[in-house]
């Protein structure tokens, strides 16, 4: 089960919506299901691996992430593969849409972060949070 957290913008008024969490429809994620939900380069890989029948399982996630230089939010649809030893031969790695620095997982609290829209450092919990899955 994940989450829905809804961040506004006290300088533009904007609201960003942040879905967080592995939910229910990850947890029978299959390769194929993967593949689906990837893009270009990512895609090509997981298919190649595919074909090399070493993926053994799977863990996916709508991940929260945060670019350290632009200090603003965003979700992505996250995986790491795992092949029969428990080994993990495959992690998504995503880059800031603004200035390409590697997207780290969040470790602040989130109204510490910027707007990703402004940039300015104005965020606050609006009333829409709440559950998803
Ligand atoms: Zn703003
Ligand atoms: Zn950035």
Same mark, same amino acid.
């Not at 942040?18 to 990512?42: E, P």
């Not at 998504?92 to 780290?104: A, P």
């Given at each position: /089960?994940?989450? @829905?957290?809804?961040?506004?913008?006290? *300088?533009?008024?904007? @609201?960003?919506?942040?879905? &967080?969490?592995?939910? /229910? /429809?990850?947890?029978? !994620?299959?390769? +194929?299901?993967? &593949?689906?939900?990837?893009?270009?380069?990512?895609?090509?890989? =997981?298919?190649?691996?595919?074909?090399?029948? =070493? =993926?053994?399982?799977? =863990? *996916?996630?709508?991940?929260?992430?945060?670019?350290?230089?632009?200090?603003?939010?965003?979700?992505?649809?996250? !995986?790491?593969? !795992? +092949?029969?030893?428990?080994?993990? &031969?495959?992690?998504? &790695? !995503?880059?800031?849409?603004?200035?390409? @620095?590697?997207?780290?997982?969040?470790?602040?609290?989130? @109204? +510490?972060?910027?707007?990703?829209?402004?940039?300015?450092?104005?965020?606050?919990?609006? +009333?829409?949070?709440?559950?998803?899955?």
């Amino acid at each position: /089960m994940g989450e @829905t957290v809804s961040l506004e913008c006290g *300088c533009c008024s904007r @609201t960003q919506e942040l879905s &967080i969490g592995s939910g /229910m /429809m990850y947890g029978s !994620f299959s390769l +194929d299901d993967i &593949i689906k939900n990837s893009r270009g380069k990512v895609k090509k890989h =997981v298919q190649a691996l595919q074909n090399t029948g =070493v =993926v053994l399982s799977n =863990v *996916c996630e709508e991940e929260l992430l945060a670019c350290p230089r632009c200090n603003t939010l965003s979700t992505r649809f996250s !995986f790491k593969l !795992f +092949d029969k030893q428990g080994e993990c &031969i495959y992690e998504s &790695i !995503f880059n800031c849409s603004r200035c390409k @620095t590697r997207l780290l997982p969040a470790d602040k609290k989130l @109204t +510490d972060y910027c707007c990703r829209y402004c940039s300015s450092p104005s965020l606050s919990y609006s +009333d829409l949070t709440g559950c998803w899955d």
